[in-house]
Nanobody, 115 residues
Framework: VQLQACGGGLVQPGGSLRLSCAAS????????MGWYRQAPGKQRELVAE???????TYGESVKGRFTITRDNPVNTVTLQMNSLKPEDTGVYYC??????????WGQGTQVTVSS
């Protein structure tokens, strides 16, 4: 399974960004996909996750600001990030969990929120 992430970049506080992640070589349609992030000196944390039945889970700090959506036919997950704050800065990683196959990570993409 390969995960190709795109999006990210530099944005001012209050701005928006969109991250997308496309999975290929999948082995199971029963899966969860999502985004985690890691800031310098901190542990990797959940940002948002969506199951194959579109049940969503969000980290507390992003609730009400970020929205995760999933397009099952093309195995893509998108994270819309609004009202960005400096504390949202970090490397964002796409993750896919395939039940019965394992856990897969994409390459990280940098998000920087700064004026």
């Amino acid at each position: 399974v390969q995960l190709q992430a795109c999006g990210g970049g530099l944005v001012q506080p209050g701005g928006s960004l969109r991250l997308s992640c496309a999975a290929s070589g999948i082995r199971s349609s029963i899966s969860a996909m999502g985004w985690y992030r890691q800031a310098p000196g901190k542990q990797r944390e959940l940002v948002a996750e969506v199951s194959s039945t579109r049940v969503t889970t969000y980290g507390e700090s992003v609730k009400g600001r970020f929205t995760i959506t999933r397009d099952n036919p093309v195995n893509t997950v998108t994270l819309q990030m609004n009202s960005l704050k400096p504390e949202d800065t970090g490397v964002y990683y796409c993750k896919r969990v395939e039940y019965g196959s394992g856990v897969f990570w994409g390459q990280g993409t940098q998000v920087t929120v700064s004026s």
